[in-house]
């Protein structure tokens, strides 16, 4: 499993232009539909666990248990980690059926990965549907992706991330994305709204607030 770190920025009409500036390489243009999933309590989401099928693949994203290079930080380095996101990500579709029984308390055993008859007897619905067609840059020297994303709800946002393995230093992925994101020119102090928040502002402002409430939003 991989933990990704990952800032989120607002978009402008020079951002292309910067970007070609520092040099990053596009490695690609792609559509994809997202269904993200839910019990009607929010069980999942109200413990920041994001599960995700996007064109048929499985994903949970959760909070990493602990991550190295964290113990002490300067006011600075704070900084950086406030504007940022941490998230394990989870693709066996297994290791996904048994964090989620683990949350709803769901004994039973023998789920079949062959069909999704797993959702409904987990009372998993979907709570939130759109498209996104992403632009995908690399910048090699920081060791970053940077993504521009357009949701079919109207909503623009960029992204800068980076991939570190399980365990692993936290501060020094923080670090990669900090020298990017200068060198895009980003010096807001204020995190970005992602697709996920606007889109539950919207369209499910009781499941907003409840997010906002426990501060996972």
């Not at 992925?173 to 010096?187: K, M, S, V, Y």
Request: aromatic share 8%; net charge negative; hydrophobic share 35%.
């Amino acid at each position: 499993m991989s933990v990704e770190v990952e800032r989120k920025f607002v978009c402008s009409s020079d951002t292309l232009k910067t970007l070609e500036e520092i040099g990053a390489v596009c490695v690609g243009h792609q559509q994809f539909r997202d269904q993200y999933f839910d019990t009607p309590q929010f069980d999942l989401t109200l413990r920041n666990m994001w599960l995700r099928k996007r064109e048929g693949c499985w994903e949970l994203k959760c909070p990493p248990a602990a991550v190295n290079g964290t113990e002490e930080r300067s006011a600075g380095q704070s900084e950086a980690a406030a504007m940022c996101t941490c998230y394990k990500e989870i693709s066996s579709l297994p290791e996904i059926q048994l964090r989620v029984r683990e949350v709803i308390r769901d004994t039973e055993t023998g789920v079949s990965n062959l069909d999704e008859s797993w959702l409904s007897r987990m009372n998993l619905v979907c709570f939130a549907e759109f498209t996104t067609v992403r632009q995908s840059f690399t910048v090699e020297e920081e060791g970053v992706k940077i993504d521009l994303d357009q949701a079919d709800f109207g909503y623009h946002v960029g992204e800068v991330e980076t991939l570190m393995p399980e365990g692993g230093d936290v501060q020094a992925a923080l670090e990669r994305i900090d020298r990017a994101a200068q060198r895009l020119g980003l010096t807001s102090d204020q995190q970005v709204e992602g697709k996920m928040s606007v889109y539950l502002k919207r369209n499910h402002p009781e499941h907003y607030t409840k997010l906002l409430c426990v501060h996972i939003l």
